[in-house]
């Protein structure tokens, strides 16, 4: 039998078989890739000519092109059309691939190579992006113990080993709690909802065999429509629960998660693990860090409170006799945003449906950097929710743009961005079609016929279509820069920039359209819609802030036994609000538990907050939300740069000058 994993790649464009992979392929296609790369390495390290940036870089940078390309596919279908066998080759596969890498960064021949053209690299003359990749791999392999002492070696590869492992459980855990919940719902019990959620509401339970003629899952989207117009407190209350209660066997994971990467941390010399993560990034220390995390926490708890207060009042004039709680405060808060912007969440959804919005995110990045999109429906998919984009620049097909948007019980939670195959010009790859870029976008929208989504809903798309983006523009040599292989802190500046252009009545009046008349969406809905943009964002930035301070509490120093007593203890230090629940509790925060991709980095998205605030006013300055001139400036420097410059560079070169937070305090409505 053939397998689809090793054979060449013929789809168009050379995009990959998925359609033809099963789970029996994984096993063999990474035993022979993994010995192939081991073997490249091998040669590289084991090279009798002195070291040179050809043999030992851009070497490094040629090998393990095929186990990358399994691992693309796999770790794409474990994450959205995922199976038991999948998962338990995932369990399997997760220390191995730990060990493998732990081989290369620790093999001492090829890191002394490495040195060497390290430490001669300014007389190579080597061009700026050879030096950046140079500077680069050198850094990998020292965060990745490559200068340890022989004897501390072997414990640091069993901490990778097990930590690897550790998060595939974590994942899985949250997962299978999110498959085996489902609230079946009656008629009686949808008062309140609007009739798009409704229509969601009814797929639901249809596609999931409810037994009921509705059913909500603990999907993001549907739990947070659900919590925002149910007029059943007690079906919220429930609802909620169930959804910030998921991974509940995770306590015991996270302790020992953080003890290990704490002890990695001192192994490589570092006091903490949030110090030795934020020392590869443009925070640097965890003081910077939650520096810009408690100037903004204050006048967002300030703004909650009066919030509070706000809602608790409402619930006293409709005669309530209890105190507001986490699972009400969404239902009030939409209540008195219907009062005081005279408009509900309800009536925009008809105007926003899933097909316009991913029109309006294409038209976008059609006038911003000269973009066009072709469906390819005869492009392979592992699910038939998946729909194919070829992307056209200056008449040329510069990568594929994926999109999967709907939530299903095979589906991690949440929205994301990740590639099948990353853009790159080694060896003169450049119009080569195994260069171009082969990008996904994952939401978890509910599937409904017409799916309607709330404005947050489209705001997500927006954000993860800009994280595509970074990858479909990237135009560097090397894949070790690519794309959005840049500093955490600054990897959301593009997704989040992005989201600025919904809020655009350039955007809105084309897009925003009726699904079923096809008129725009009223002028005076529009601008009710702009004018309540700051309403409740004392709530939203206090609910993401408190995840912020609970994952830099984890990673600051100090054993954890119990993981439910280190998250109350970092929410009562700040003094957060007992109605507002971090945006991810402890148990399920696959950001930092689930990888090791925004462990003691969550507070990224406040950084790169304050270079998209600051960014965007760029174009407000201009005086054109599209200015040509600005947006040639925004290509070249951020969405086609990848980690090819000095992150804090590479936005002094866009904006002229180093952000300012005020802008993002502005943006939030609390610079007051």
Same mark, same amino acid.
């Given at each position: 039998?053939?397998?689809?994993?090793?054979?060449?790649?013929?789809?168009? $464009?050379?995009?990959?078989?998925?359609?033809?992979?099963?789970?029996?392929?994984?096993?063999?296609?990474?035993?022979?890739? %993994?010995?192939?790369?081991?073997?490249?390495?091998?040669?590289?390290?084991?090279?009798?000519?002195?070291?040179?940036?050809?043999?030992?870089?851009?070497?490094?940078?040629?090998?393990?092109?095929?186990?990358?390309?399994?691992?693309?596919?796999?770790?794409?279908?474990? *994450?959205?059309?995922?199976?038991?066998?999948?998962?338990?080759?995932?369990?399997?596969?997760?220390?191995?691939? @730990?060990?493998?890498?732990?081989?290369?960064?620790?093999?001492?021949?090829? /890191?002394?190579?490495?040195?060497? +053209?390290?430490?001669?690299?300014?007389?190579?003359?080597?061009? *700026?992006?050879?030096?950046? +990749?140079?500077?680069?791999?050198?850094?990998?392999?020292?965060?990745?113990? @490559?200068?340890?002492?022989?004897?501390?070696?072997?414990?640091?590869?069993?901490?990778?080993?097990?930590?690897?492992?550790?998060?595939?459980?974590?994942?899985?855990?949250?997962?299978?709690?999110?498959?085996?919940?489902?609230?079946?719902?009656?008629?009686?019990?949808?008062?309140?909802?609007?009739?798009?959620?409704?229509?969601?509401?009814?797929?639901? *339970?249809?596609?999931?065999?409810?037994?009921?003629?509705? @059913?909500?899952?603990?999907?993001?989207?549907?739990?947070?429509?659900?919590?925002?117009?149910?007029?059943?407190?007690?079906?919220?209350?429930?609802?909620?629960?169930?959804?910030?209660?998921?991974?509940?066997?995770?306590? =015991?994971?996270?302790?020992?998660?953080?003890? %290990? &990467?704490?002890?990695?941390?001192?192994?490589?010399?570092?006091?903490?693990?949030?110090?030795?993560?934020?020392?590869?990034?443009?925070?640097?220390?965890?003081?910077?860090?939650?520096?810009?995390?408690?100037?903004?926490?204050?006048?967002?708890?300030?703004?909650?409170?009066?919030?509070?207060?706000?809602?608790? *009042?409402?619930?006293?004039?409709?005669?309530?006799?209890?105190?507001?709680?986490?699972?009400?405060?969404?239902?009030?808060?939409?209540?008195?945003?219907?009062?005081?912007?005279?408009?509900?969440?309800?009536?925009?959804?008809?105007?926003?449906?899933?097909?316009?919005?991913?029109?309006?995110?294409?038209?976008?990045?059609?006038?911003?950097?000269?973009?066009?999109?072709?469906?390819?429906?005869?492009?392979?998919?592992?699910?038939?929710?998946?729909?194919?984009?070829?992307?056209?620049?200056?008449? &040329?097909?510069?990568?594929?743009?994926?999109?999967?948007? /709907?939530?299903?019980?095979?589906?991690?939670?949440?929205?994301?961005?990740?590639?099948?195959?990353?853009?790159?010009?080694?060896?003169?790859?450049?119009?080569?079609?195994?260069?171009?870029?082969?990008?996904?976008?994952?939401?978890?929208?509910?599937?409904?016929?017409?799916?309607?989504?709330?404005?947050?809903?489209?705001?997500?798309?927006?954000?993860?279509?800009?994280?595509?983006?970074?990858?479909?523009?990237?135009?560097?040599?090397?894949? &070790?820069?690519?794309?959005?292989?840049?500093?955490?802190?600054?990897?959301?500046? =593009?997704?989040?920039?992005?989201?600025?252009?919904?809020?655009?009545?350039?955007?809105?009046?084309?897009?925003?359209?009726?699904?079923?008349?096809?008129?725009?969406? =009223?002028?005076?809905?529009?601008?009710?819609?702009?004018?309540?943009?700051? $309403?409740?964002?004392? $709530?939203?930035?206090?609910? /993401?802030?408190?995840?912020? /301070?609970?994952?830099?509490?984890?990673?600051?120093?100090?054993?954890?036994?119990?993981?439910?007593?280190?998250?109350?203890?970092?929410?009562?230090?700040?003094?957060?609000?007992?109605?507002?629940?971090?945006?991810?509790?402890?148990?399920?925060?696959?950001?930092?538990?689930?990888?090791?991709?925004?462990?003691?980095?969550?507070?990224?998205?406040?950084?790169?907050?304050?270079?998209?605030?600051?960014?965007?006013?760029?174009?407000?300055?201009?005086?054109?939300?599209?200015?040509?001139?600005?947006?040639?400036?925004?290509?070249?420097?951020?969405?086609?740069?990848?980690?090819?410059?000095?992150?804090?560079?590479?936005?002094?070169?866009?904006?002229?000058?180093?952000?300012?937070?005020?802008?993002?305090?502005?943006?939030?409505?609390?610079?007051?």
């Amino acid at each position: 039998m053939q397998n689809p994993l090793l054979a060449p790649w013929t789809g168009p $464009f050379n995009t990959p078989p998925l359609a033809e992979v099963k789970p029996e392929h994984f096993p063999p296609a990474y035993d022979y890739a %993994l010995a192939q790369h081991a073997a490249e390495i091998a040669a590289i390290a084991g090279d009798p000519t002195p070291p040179s940036f050809g043999n030992t870089v851009a070497a490094l940078e040629r090998s393990g092109a095929l186990l990358t390309r399994v691992e693309m596919i796999f770790s794409n279908l474990t *994450a959205s059309d995922t199976n038991p066998a999948l998962q338990e080759i995932e369990r399997t596969l997760a220390p191995r691939m @730990a060990q493998h890498w732990n081989a290369i960064y620790l093999n001492g021949p090829l /890191f002394a190579r490495l040195d060497a +053209v390290y430490q001669a690299r300014t007389s190579l003359k080597l061009t *700026a992006e050879e030096l950046r +990749v140079v500077e680069r791999y050198h850094l990998d392999f020292m965060r990745a113990g @490559a200068h340890l002492p022989q004897e501390k070696r072997a414990r640091f590869a069993a901490i990778g080993e097990r930590l690897a492992s550790l998060a595939t459980q974590f994942s899985q855990n949250v997962l299978a709690d999110e498959q085996a919940w489902l609230l079946p719902l009656d008629e009686a019990q949808l008062a309140g909802l609007p009739p798009s959620l409704r229509d969601a509401a009814a797929a639901t *339970a249809k596609e999931r065999g409810a037994g009921a003629p509705y @059913a909500v899952t603990l999907s993001r989207s549907e739990v947070e429509s659900f919590l925002q117009f149910a007029d059943d407190r007690e079906l919220r209350e429930t609802l909620f629960h169930a959804f910030v209660r998921r991974g509940t066997d995770n306590g =015991p994971v996270i302790a020992e998660m953080v003890a %290990l &990467r704490e002890e990695k941390a001192k192994l490589l010399g570092y006091d903490s693990f949030a110090a030795f993560k934020l020392d590869d990034s443009m925070a640097k220390t965890p003081a910077n860090a939650r520096a810009l995390l408690e100037q903004v926490w204050a006048p967002a708890r300030a703004q909650a409170l009066k919030e509070r207060d706000a809602l608790q *009042a409402l619930i006293a004039e409709e005669g309530g006799n209890f105190r507001l709680a986490p699972w009400d405060w969404r239902y009030y808060a939409e209540k008195l945003r219907a009062r005081l912007y005279d408009f509900d969440e309800a009536m925009l959804r008809p105007y926003f449906s899933l097909e316009r919005m991913i029109e309006a995110a294409f038209f976008t990045a059609g006038k911003l950097f000269g973009l066009s999109f072709q469906q390819r429906p005869d492009v392979p998919v592992y699910h038939p929710d998946v729909r194919v984009w070829e992307v056209v620049r200056e008449n &040329r097909v510069i990568g594929l743009f994926y999109g999967d948007y /709907f939530a299903r019980p095979s589906k991690q939670g949440g929205a994301w961005m990740s590639s099948l195959r990353d853009q790159h010009r080694l060896d003169g790859a450049q119009g080569n079609k195994d260069s171009l870029p082969i990008i996904l976008n994952n939401c978890n929208f509910a599937k409904a016929e017409p799916c309607l989504l709330s404005f947050d809903d489209a705001r997500t798309l927006f954000h993860e279509f800009g994280h595509a983006l970074h990858g479909l523009l990237s135009q560097v040599v090397f894949p &070790r820069l690519s794309g959005t292989n840049v500093a955490r802190d600054f990897v959301e500046l =593009p997704s989040q920039l992005y989201e600025h252009w919904l809020e655009q009545p350039e955007v809105l009046t084309r897009f925003a359209r009726h699904y079923q008349s096809g008129e725009a969406i =009223p002028r005076d809905l529009l601008d009710k819609l702009l004018a309540a943009r700051n $309403f409740n964002q004392g $709530f939203a930035t206090v609910e /993401f802030l408190a995840s912020a /301070f609970v994952d830099m509490e984890f990673h600051a120093g100090g054993a954890v036994t119990d993981a439910q007593m280190v998250e109350e203890r970092a929410l009562e230090k700040i003094g957060t609000p007992e109605e507002i629940a971090p945006r991810h509790a402890a148990r399920h925060f696959g950001h930092i538990f689930g990888g090791d991709g925004y462990s003691a980095g969550y507070y990224a998205y406040l950084w790169a907050e304050v270079l998209d605030a600051d960014g965007f006013g760029a174009f407000k300055e201009a005086g054109d939300v599209f200015d040509p001139a600005t947006a040639r400036r925004l290509y070249d420097y951020v969405y086609s740069a990848g980690g090819s410059r000095d992150f804090a560079a590479a936005y002094r070169a866009f904006r002229g000058r180093d952000p300012k937070v005020e802008a993002l305090l502005e943006g939030r409505g609390l610079a007051a």
